[in-house]
């Protein structure tokens, strides 16, 4: 049978395939559109198996926060390419799937790709994208994150974003020390929020270096539990949020300067998301 013009409009609104792959498809179907639909389905599991061993290292992290500023959310979006990052579908469909995370509150990552759009699962969904754009696409990350005050902050480029919430905030507005706690995560890369949070492993593992380093300068046996003891607490100064240097004051840390802001202010809880 003919295909009309006006066939393959309706099919591409329907599934936002391209103009050709809807033609194709239409012409395949002998004009059924449920199976012109399964077909462009099927192309996408396939343009995805066939791209399941490439890497996605580029891509864009998409963040909320409600009106109240006592949670957020954030998830990465990741694809192969920095064109198909910045592409409009790529961003909606961030968009769309950041939406969805909203109304639905999944549990964590899993539960995220099992929420329904449109009767297909978001894995389904996402697949189906990797054959309109031709890139493996996928969901590296997705937090929630609850407490008195939330705050946020997305870089310029969408390729890292943060969320961090705050107890003991009383009567502070602590917009501004949010955005600046927010920052400090985003560029320092915490690995916790205190030294009593760091895993034991990560701790046994700094001290064993430490030793190491010292040995290897010629320290006497005798001195290098002391000395890798001193290193620890350094790269606690490095590695934690509370006992971080300030960027923008490196005279306080971060708990001097959300002590500054309110007696008893914290952060209970940070997200940092990246891509690449």
Known sequence: MAITAQDVNKLRQITGAGMMDCKKALT???????EAITILRKKGQ?????????ETTEGAVFIYTNEAATEGMIIAL???????????????????????????RPAGLEDLNALKVDERTVAEYITEYVGKIGEKIEISAYFHVKGEK?????????????????TGVGSADINEVGKDVTMQIAAMKPISID?????????????????EQAR??????????????????????ESTLLNQQFVKDNNKTIRQLLE?????????EFKRVSIG
């Open 150 to 166: 939330v705050a946020s902050y997305l870089h310029s480029n969408s390729k890292v974003g943060v969320l961090a919430a705050f």
């Open 260 to 268: 500054e802001t309110n007696n008893g202010l914290t952060v209970s």
């Open 28 to 34: 395949e179907a002998n004009g059924d559109f449920e």
């Open 46 to 54: 396939k343009v995805s198996a066939n791209r399941a061993d490439r």
């Open 195 to 211: 030294k009593d949070d760091v895993d034991s492993s990560v701790i046994e593992r700094e001290i064993e270096i430490g030793k």
């Open 78 to 104: 990741n694809c192969e390419t920095d064109f198909v990052a910045k592409n409009d579908d790529f961003q909606n469909l961030g968009k769309q799937i950041l939406d969805l995370v909203v109304s639905n």
């Open 216 to 237: 290897q300068e010629g320290k006497p046996e005798a001195m290098l539990e002391k000395i890798a003891l001193g290193k620890l607490n350094k790269f606690y100064q």
